[in-house]
């Protein structure tokens, strides 16, 4: 009676569902947990840290000031402890330690060190102590002495703090004005000199350089070069402006620092901060962090640039892959004679989906970059020899490059949903007079349109994230200025740009901070999850509209 009730249980088929449920409710909860852990170590970094006061005393040697936030703790060995040379006491196996981030590079030498929790007496986290994010060198940890106007002292003592705050916020309205001059303003007027002397350039390489267009082009650079005097003189003055203020800082080896205004992001004392002025923080820190370019080798300021570059090449990739990728599936479904070529080519594009992402980034390399554009230089560009400007990876050539590499998936997902049309369909069309074209464009295409956006969503979620073959085709680890801006033509394919997947493994792997750099990787890998899901959603939305508006004709 039991074994049969076994058996007619595993017929119904009722323990396969209860396995695959299973299933993916494990894969869920893996998924959500790494994107939770990733989120919850990028994301805490940005959250005031409180600030520590000690005294240090290793065994053996004399006692000094430590000032600094914990970022780690842990266990070790007390065997390691010991291959050091630092007396343990019988019986301990192991050791607590903890990182402490002492900043003030340039008087330390680091900004992470490893103190052993033992050595560490009178421990307290005073109101008073200041943390300052500088534009360079990290933080400096210590305490306000005095705010300088002209190396003299005008604050001192309860005063100091608001005064320093208030000019602050004066020396970033001086670096506002003096980068929308020198990015703006001087920026402009250095492209249309550059513009000038290509087009110079140009008449003599044709034999058109007549008295006049000399004149002409001698008369536009005198413009520009006045207007470039007027200019400086204003950053000159800005400048003289920015290094009039300064303050003195007492750090934890007991001396005062003079250091520049104009070096500092901002100054805070965490410790005296509440709850909501914590919550202001942070808001602020993040919005820095999504919205800044970076700095100090990348591990400090933010990855605007990155985000920037990410996201308008997918929208490249994009704009070049769905043509292609659905006149090829229409061409093999709709028009080419299926036979042993057909099945050739449909095995070809299946196996083009498996190679190798770098593989397609030599390619991309060796084709686009070298041939094409060097050609294109030859032809359009002479004058801008011998600086490439098609000729060398940029923007355009990274884009095509991922098109290449998802266009099987495209291909393979719109056949999908042609096939899926009724033969039915096309049969009424053409008996009610159409002929084949517009079958094809009034009916056919626009009941596949669903699948084809499946095609571009999945190709998104693959391209968004390559960064291997971005590196030989594109991708720099800092792009001086962004590929779109308000020069003619607004939108400089030729440009490298900045991604969010090059941005992570240069912070990962290739900075000299290694610790400063660590809560940044989870920050910039969460940042593109989100980013790859906001693609996506956007997609989704669309194909679902779509879906929505031709279910009629599929029922």
Known sequence: MFKEKIKHWLSKGTPWVWLNAGAIAISMVMVFGLLGLIAYKGMVHFWPKPIMHAEYQPSGESSSTVIGEISERELVDANRVKALGVFVPEGVDEIERYLIKTGNREVLGSDFNWVLARDLSNIRFPDEVMVLERREWGNFYGYLVSVNESDQPVAKGVEAWGALQARIARV??????????????????NYRMEQLRLKERRYELDGQLTEEHRRAIKADREALTAEYAGLEAQLG????????????????????HQIMLSEVVRAIQPNALSLPEKFAYYAAHFFEFVTAEPREANTEGGVFPAIFGTVMMVMLMSAFVTPFGVVAAIYLREYAKQGTLTRIIRIAVNNLAGVPSIVYGVFGLGFFVYFLGGNIDDLFYPEASPAPVFGTPGLLWASITLALLTVPVVIVATEEGLARIPRSVREGSLALGATKFETLCKVIIPMASPAMMTGLILAIARAAGEVAPLMLVG?????????????????????????????????????????????????????????????????????????????????
């Open 475 to 555: 991708v720099v680890k800092l792009a001086p200025t962004l590929p779109l801006d308000g020069n003619f033509p607004f939108l400089h394919l030729e440009r490298k740009f900045m991604h969010l997947g090059f941005h992570i493994y240069d912070v990962g792997f290739q900075s000299p901070n290694v610790e400063a750099a660590r809560p940044l990787v989870f920050a910039s890998a969460f940042l593109l999850v989100i980013v790859i899901a906001a693609l996506n959603l956007s997609a989704v939305m669309l194909r679902n509209r779509l879906r929505e508006r031709y279910k009629a004709l599929e029922s």
């Open 172 to 189: 970033d309205e001086l670096n506002e004005k003096i980068d929308a001059i020198e990015r703006g303003k001087i920026g402009k007027i």
């Open 237 to 256: 003055e800005l400048y003289r402006a920015l290094r009039r203020d300064s303050l003195t800082a007492k750090s934890m080896e007991g001396g005062e």
